[in-house]
C-alpha cells in the first residue's frame, strides 16, 4: 500500500518537479515499488491528457509584430548565422493550466484517499467496539444461564431430599398406625355349645377404631333351608347383645369367612356368640346358640 508521502512525491516525480536528495530517495523507492512505478505511470498520463485538454492561446498584437520585426532585422546573406530560438511566452501557459489541473487533481485524489482512510478506520473503531460489547453481553448471558442451572440443580436435589424424607414419614407413620391398631385389636376364639357338633371352631377379630372385624368358622353343621347363623357382640353397655350380621357356611366343609360391621356402635367387646336363626336373621336371639367366646 502506497503512503501518503509517496502519494505526493509520485505527483511531483511525474511533473519532472522533485530535486536533490528527495529525488534521489524517491527513485530508489520507485525501483524496488512496482505499485509506485505504476501510480507515476498514470501521473504522467493524467498530465499529458490534461495538457492536451488546455485551449490553444492566441498571442498579443504587440507580440505578433514584435516576432515580424525581428524576423525583418535579419539578414538574408548570412545563411550560416544562427538565430537562437526562443520559447514564446504563451508557450508556458499549457503547462502551467497543467500543472495547475495536476495539483488540484492529486490534492482532491489525496483528499478523498484520506477521508476514506479515516472513515474505514473509524468503521473498525466501532465495529471492535461493538464486538466487545456483543462479548461482552454474551458473557454477562452465560454467568446468568450457569447460575439459573446451578439453583434449578440444587432445588431438584432439595425436592429429592424432601422426597425421600416424607417417604420415609410416612413408612414410620404407618408402621406405627399398624403397631397401635394391632395393639388395639381383639382376638377371641369360639367354641362349640353344641354337643353333636364338638370340633366346630370360630376365630373373632375386632378393630374397635373401625368398628369392624371378620369371622372365620370352620365345621359348623351345613344349614337347612330357611336357616342363618347369626353372629352376636356381646358389649357390657347394651342388656342384649348387638346384631352382627347373618352368613352361611359351605355345606360340604362348614367353613365360612365373613367381615362383619356390628348395627349399633361397640365400646367394649367382652364375647363373641353365634346362634342359629331363621332366614334374614333376629333383632334378639332367639335359636340354639352354637358358639361362643371363652
Known amino acids: 500500500m502506497i503512503d501518503e508521502r509517496h502519494h505526493e512525491n509520485a505527483a511531483l516525480y511525474a511533473l519532472d518537479l522533485l530535486e536533490g536528495a528527495e529525488l534521489s530517495a524517491f527513485e530508489s523507492a520507485l525501483a524496488s515499488d512496482r505499485e509506485l512505478r505504476r501510480l507515476v505511470e498514470q501521473l504522467r498520463e493524467t498530465s499529458v491528457s490534461l495538457a492536451l485538454l488546455a485551449p490553444p492561446a492566441e498571442p498579443s498584437a504587440f507580440l505578433r509584430e514584435r516576432i515580424l520585426a525581428d524576423a525583418a532585422d535579419r539578414s538574408p546573406t548570412a545563411p550560416d548565422h544562427v538565430v537562437p530560438f526562443r520559447l514564446p511566452l504563451w508557450a508556458g501557459w499549457p503547462a502551467a493550466a497543467c500543472f495547475i489541473l495536476a495539483t488540484g487533481y492529486f490534492a482532491i485524489a489525496n483528499f478523498n484517499t484520506r477521508s476514506q482512510f479515516n472513515t474505514l478506520r473509524e468503521s473498525e473503531r466501532l465495529s471492535r467496539i461493538e464486538v466487545k460489547n456483543l462479548s461482552n453481553q454474551l458473557e454477562a448471558e452465560r454467568l446468568i444461564s450457569v447460575r439459573q442451572i446451578d439453583s434449578l440443580r440444587l ?7 424432601l422426597r425421600s424424607s416424607l417417604a420415609s414419614a410416612i413408612t414410620q407413620i404407618a408402621d406405627l398406625k399398624n403397631q397401635n391398631a394391632l395393639a388395639d385389636l381383639k382376638i377371641d376364639s369360639l367354641a362349640s355349645l353344641v ?18 372385624g371378620v369371622l372365620t368358622v370352620t365345621k359348623l353343621p351345613a344349614l337347612a333351608d330357611g336357616k ?6 356381646v358389649d357390657p353397655q347394651y342388656p342384649n347383645p348387638v346384631d352382627g350380621g347373618v352368613f352361611q357356611v359351605d355345606p360340604a366343609t362348614g367353613e365360612a369367612r365373613v367381615t362383619f360391621k356390628p348395627n349399633r356402635p361397640v365400646a367394649t367387646v367382652a364375647k363373641f356368640a353365634v346362634s342359629l336363626e331363621r332366614k334374614g336373621g333376629v333383632p334378639k336371639a332367639e335359636g340354639t346358640m352354637m358358639l361362643l367366646s371363652y
Request: charged share 20%.
Open 155 to 161: 432445588t431438584q436435589s432439595d425436592a429429592a431430599t
Open 195 to 212: 354337643a353333636n357338633t364338638p370340633d366346630a371352631r370360630a376365630i373373632a377379630v375386632w378393630n374397635p377404631r373401625t368398628q369392624e
Open 228 to 233: 342363618d347363623y347369626q353372629l352376636w357382640v
